[in-house]
């Protein structure tokens, strides 16, 4: 049974810096993506990076409204991976989300790798909010 556990959301003032992270159970093998998405109030769920578990490779959202400022990289437990957020913004407020999909050789090349349809497995979210 895959689960995964997302930890660290927290309240920051707009400037400031935040590491959230996500730890999986269960998965089969390391042909996995796991993947960071949000979802601000109202609004329809966004994808923000993802990482390879197998040789830690990376692909992020060209969102304006995030680039440069957020990284994906490996976490220290064994399948994992945190998000670190940067210079945060009131609009960066949402519940982060990671999830997991199983991918071929070829998921690079994907262009809706940043879809959150491409996903399987879900965590349960961690709330991050930007006081002005």
């Known amino acids: 049974q895959v689960e995964l556990v997302e930890s660290g959301g927290d309240s920051v003032q707009t400037g400031g810096s935040l590491t959230i992270s996500c730890v999986a159970s269960?998965?089969?093998?390391?042909?996995?993506?796991l993947g960071w998405f949000r979802q601000p109030p109202g609004r329809e769920r966004e994808g923000i990076a993802t990482?390879?578990?197998?040789?830690?490779?990376?692909?992020?959202s060209e969102s304006r409204s995030m680039k440069g400022r957020f990284t994906v990289d490996r976490g220290s437990a064994e399948d994992s991976a945190i998000l670190r957020l940067n210079s945060l913004k009131p609009e960066d407020t949402a519940m982060y989300f990671c999830?997991?999909?199983?991918?071929?050789?070829?998921?690079?090349?994907?262009?809706?790798?940043?879809?959150?349809?491409?996903?399987?497995?879900w965590g349960q979210g961690t709330q991050v909010t930007v006081s002005s």
């Open positions: 269960g998965l089969p093998s390391r042909n996995y993506l």
């Open positions: 990482l390879y578990l197998g040789n830690g490779g990376r692909r992020y």
């Open positions: 999830a997991a999909a199983q991918v071929t050789g070829t998921w690079y090349q994907d262009p809706d790798i940043l879809k959150h349809s491409r996903y399987t497995y």
